[in-house]
C-alpha cells in the first residue's frame, strides 16, 4: 500500500467536471475502471491498451512498460470485481462473498513486479513485465491494505450518490469524501443552501 500525499487520479463527474482522487492505495485505483452489477456500465478494461493506459494514471513508479494479453486483461477485471465486492464488505463489517477472497489470494500468488536498479541509477522494472505481474501487485496490495494498520480506514464516501472507496491516512482518521473539489464541495453548497434557506 502507498499512501502518499501527492498520488491520485484525475477523474470526471457525469457533468464533465476534472477533480482529483486519491484513494490511498494502488488496489483501490483499480477500483475506479468498473466492477460488478450496476457498476458495469462505468467498464473501462475491454482490451489490453485500456489495462495499459490505467497502468499509466496509476500510482506505480516508473509506469511499467507491459505486455498484455487479452486473457490478463479478463483476469484484471476478475480481480477488480472481486476485490470490489470483499471491499464493500469489509467497509459495512459484512462476511466476504464466497470466492472473492480465493481469488484474491489466487492472484496474490502470482509473480509480482520485480523493481530494479538501473545503470543510470533509477529505479526500473526487472525484465519483461506482463499483465500478470501487475494484477498480483494489484492483488498482494489489497493483502497489504486489508491485513494492514490502515485495514479500519478503508471507507466509502459519504456523499449519498458516490461509490468511492479510499483509505483514509490522514492523521486525525477523519476523511468523509472522495474529494474535498468534488464531493466536498458539493456537500458544503448544499449545506450552504440549506442555512440560506432557513434564514430567509
Known sequence: MDSSATRGLTLHSHTGVAYRF????LCLELLTTGGPGPFRRYEVLHEPADLAAWADRSRLT????????????????????????VVVAHTRGEPNPPGDLETINEAAARPDLAPAIAPTGQRQWAGTPTGTHLVAAVARDAVELLTGPFAHRVRTCAAEDCHLVYVDTSRPGRRRWCSMEHC???HKVRALRARNSEEG
Open 22 to 25: 486519491d484513494p490511498g492505495a
Open 62 to 85: 516508473p509506469t511499467p512498460v507491459l505486455e498484455i494479453s487479452e486473457a490478463e486483461v479478463a483476469d484484471a477485471r476478475r480481480l477488480r470485481d472481486a476485490l470490489f465486492r
Open 184 to 186: 466536498g464541495n458539493r
